[in-house]
């Protein structure tokens, strides 16, 4: 089983940036892909970015330009970089592990981590 530790959300003001933090247990990235999806209240699970073994990344359109997603050096946490917030970008962000090239779906992702509240303020 693998488990996913989300960090780093919280609150900011519109244009304002936070940085969240996934580190899988028992995982190690050869074949494997990290993404992350975020849902606000009342609505569906959407995703927002993914990072593959090669360090291939892709983004959804709300949030490219603005986001970027990376790894450390050695490979074993992954982030997310949120710059220019805006109040539409509060949700839950949720990490998710993958064996796909760049999976964009929910269902193509196996483990899930908990959440972590992201809340932009106008």
């Known amino acids: 089983q693998v488990q996913l530790v989300e960090s780093g959300g919280g609150l900011a003001q519109a244009g304002g940036s936070l940085r969240l933090s996934c580190a899988p247990s028992?995982?190690?990235?050869?074949?494997?892909?990290l993404g992350w999806f975020r849902q606000a209240p009342g609505k569906e699970r959407e995703f927002v970015a993914t990072?593959?073994?090669?360090?291939?990344?892709y983004y959804s359109d709300s949030v490219k330009g603005r986001f970027a997603i990376s790894k450390d050096s050695a490979g074993d946490t992954v982030y997310l970089q949120m710059n220019s917030l805006k109040p539409e970008d509060t949700a839950v962000y949720y990490c998710?592990?993958?064996?796909?090239?760049?999976?964009?779906?929910?269902?193509?992702?196996?483990?899930w981590g908990h959440g972590t509240q992201v809340s932009v303020s106008s």
């Open positions: 990072i593959n073994w090669n360090n291939v990344t």
């Open positions: 998710a592990v993958s064996t796909s090239w760049l999976p964009t779906r929910i269902f193509e992702y196996k483990y």
């Open positions: 028992r995982l190690t990235f050869s074949r494997s892909s």
